[in-house]
């Protein structure tokens, strides 16, 4: 009988256990409704999720586990493949947009949808950064930013440094004994780079390795739940953050102090120069926290995603033989036809590499490096019958995109030669953006990626030592190990 009566009891625990947390899990939704009222049900389908978390904890799960595309499944099996979800996510209502027409419509109006992005990416990127500002300062200071990376003349200028830094690097990489973090390796590589383009041969305090690895720790916060506390990743983040922006505004410091010591004689040699330099309207220069902000996100933007991008290329090349010797005879050629007087790669040279061009977009497109971007509407906004709320987050996840077997047959095949005379659906394949937010730094970082695979396929191999590596996508999608491997000479 006693027995009896404590499985009774254990069952009437357990039934109302799920009854409360069937109860939470509506609440969310619930409120929503009750604040929208008769606009909720022009909503698009989907799930608000548990009260405040909303579907967070299942998306950093899944971007944990090395398998993203998990989370937008879950609301295809469940609500049927639709153009638009709505959700709870990183700590706002947010509609998420799937399809490459509804991408590019919404990436394109500036008039309904403003850039927003998750507290903790605001919060690490700073109030002044590109990424955050709007409209006519947007434009202003996109204006003042771009001479000094982008233009014929400009990347020519960063020819040589590039291309000095990238041997320098993988010979170095073949003499090492012990294997290495290819990732880890290559990111300092870049950072080297950047760091150079933008900040000139100003002395760094701390060693490049040190500042890529805070680089490392700010890029960790971007994807993290929004908790500033201890033990936190956003916490860890801020803290990196603010150690870079204490070496930026020493070297600011520095800087203004040779620029009043040679007056009229001081001229600008790199971008924090050209930012002092700069003056508005009114004859205002930019303040400090306009240059640090402006700095820091470009130092970020321009050796992340161009390190991952590289580590990429390197593997999908190793892994398919045939189309590394089709990239090595395009490079030999060109070597080939180079004048005798000719020393170092020249601009025109990369112009011709029209099949590694093709590599750069097919890693770009499988390698799954920009899988998103976040908007907010600021009006109601209706989209094909649906409505698009006042204030929700809007997020055009592309990686569905580079994935659908419409828009690229056989999606998960590195193909190259897919891109030979192809004409992409509008949309469906924007690794830098579009419209007015498109990625100032392609060219930059396009260059960078060539001529480090350039010197790579005419000169070296590599072998993974653990090619079924776990994959994570913290922050950006990578081996576990960061691709533990050994470079070698050929």
């Given at each position: ?27 969310n ?25 909303g ?10 586990s ?6 937008i ?33 919404v ?96 002395s ?13 720790e ?32 020493s070297?600011?410091d ?30 205002e ?22 390190a ?71 009006v ?8 698009i ?54 060219d ?11 010197y ?30 050994r470079?070698?000479?050929?």
């Amino acid at each position: 009988m006693l027995a009896m009566e404590v499985k009774n009891w254990l069952v009437l625990i357990v039934a109302a256990f799920v009854f409360v947390l069937g109860i939470l899990k509506r609440l969310n939704g619930w409120y929503y409704a009750a604040k929208l009222g008769k606009t909720w049900p022009k909503l698009p389908p989907g799930d608000m999720g548990w009260p405040l978390l909303g579907s967070t904890i299942s998306y950093i799960k899944n971007f944990i586990s090395g398998q993203p595309s998990n989370f937008i499944a879950n609301f295809y099996i469940r609500y049927g493949k639709r153009d638009m979800y709505k959700t709870h996510l990183l700590g706002r209502a947010t509609i998420i947009v799937c399809s490459s027409e509804l991408c590019r419509q919404v990436l394109g109006d500036e008039d309904n949808f403003k850039p927003s992005l998750p507290k903790n990416i605001n919060m690490l990127t700073g109030r002044k950064s590109l990424v955050q500002v709007f409209k006519a300062e947007h434009k202003r200071l996109r204006r003042l930013t771009m001479a000094p990376i982008s233009g014929h003349a400009a990347l020519e200028m960063y020819i040589n440094h590039i291309e000095h830094t990238v041997m320098s690097g993988l010979e170095e990489w073949a003499s090492m004994k012990n294997p290495i973090e290819l990732l880890s390796e290559i990111k300092k590589l870049t950072f080297k780079i950047i760091w150079n383009i933008f900040m000139g041969s100003s002395s760094l305090e701390s060693s490049i390795g040190e500042m890529e690895g805070l680089f490392s720790e700010v890029a960790l916060g971007f994807i993290s739940l929004p908790i500033n506390f201890p033990g936190f990743n956003l916490h860890k983040a801020l803290k990196a953050r603010k150690k870079l922006l204490d070496i930026l505004q020493s070297i600011i410091d520095q800087k203004r102090l040779v620029r009043k010591r040679q007056g009229t004689s001081w001229e600008a040699k790199d971008m924090m120069d050209l930012l002092m330099e700069v003056k508005d309207e009114d004859g205002e220069e930019l303040d400090d926290e306009t240059i640090r902000d402006l700095i820091f996100g470009k130092l970020f933007a321009g050796h992340e995603t161009s390190a991952y991008t590289a580590m990429w290329a390197v593997l999908f090349l190793t892994k398919h033989p045939h189309i590394f010797q089709r990239a090595k005879e395009e490079q030999e050629l060109i070597v080939a036809q180079r004048p005798t007087t000719q020393k170092g790669i020249i601009l025109s040279e990369v112009k011709r590499m029209k099949f590694l061009s093709q590599i750069i977009d097919e890693t770009l497109r499988v390698g799954g490096v920009t899988l998103m971007l976040f908007r907010e509407a600021v009006v109601d906004v209706e989209i094909n019958g649906k409505i698009i709320p006042k204030g929700w987050k809007v997020i055009p996840w592309f990686g569905e995109l580079y994935m659908d077997e419409k828009l690229f047959p056989s999606p998960r095949e590195f193909n190259p030669s897919r891109w030979d005379n192809y004409v992409a659906t509008p949309g469906a394949f924007i690794p830098f953006g579009s419209g007015s937010r498109y990625c100032p730094g392609s060219d930059l970082a396009k260059l960078e990626i060539s001529i480090f695979l350039h010197y790579f396929l005419l000169n070296y191999k590599i072998e993974q030592l653990n090619p079924k590596c776990p994959m994570t996508y913290m922050p950006f999608p990578h081996p576990k190990d960061k691709c533990l491997a050994r470079v070698h000479k050929v």
